[in-house]
């Protein structure tokens, strides 16, 4: 069974930043095409990020240029990079993996990715 567990959340002001960082365990993580979701109160959950098994990134436009995603194969650990913080980046992130042959990130529906971790708070103020 897959599990992700998240960490390095919390608060910062506008301008700052903060690194996320995500372990996976449980099964081969090249087979996994990985993410970053996050969910603002009252708002749907948005993909931030996404990252293939050899290492094709893509991002929502709105964190483009601020936002770095990497991953560790031989590590099993993914990482958020999250840099030029705004107020509406609040929210709680989600590290999450999606089964795919060769790892590729085929789609953005949320409902079609298999595992979730717990999630983290990112709070930034003004």
């Known amino acids: 069974q897959v599990q992700l567990m998240e960490s390095g959340g919390g608060s910062v002001q506008a301008g700052g930043s903060l690194r996320l960082s995500c372990e996976f365990s449980?099964?081969?993580?090249?087979?996994?095409?990985m993410g970053w979701w996050r969910q603002a109160p009252g708002k749907q959950r948005e993909g931030v990020t996404f990252?293939?098994?050899?290492?094709?990134?893509s991002y929502t436009d709105s964190v483009k240029g601020r936002f770095t995603v990497s991953r560790d194969n031989a590590k099993n650990t993914l990482s958020l990079q999250m840099n030029s913080l705004k107020p509406e980046d609040t929210a709680i992130y989600h590290c999450?993996?999606?089964?795919?042959?060769?790892?590729?990130?085929?789609?953005?529906?949320?409902?079609?990715?298999?595992?979730w971790g717990q999630g983290t708070q990112v709070t930034v103020s003004s």
């Open positions: 999450a993996a999606l089964r795919s042959d060769g790892g590729y990130c085929t789609t953005n529906d949320d409902e079609d990715w298999n595992y």
């Open positions: 990252i293939d098994s050899d290492g094709t990134k």
């Open positions: 449980g099964d081969i993580y090249s087979r996994y095409c």
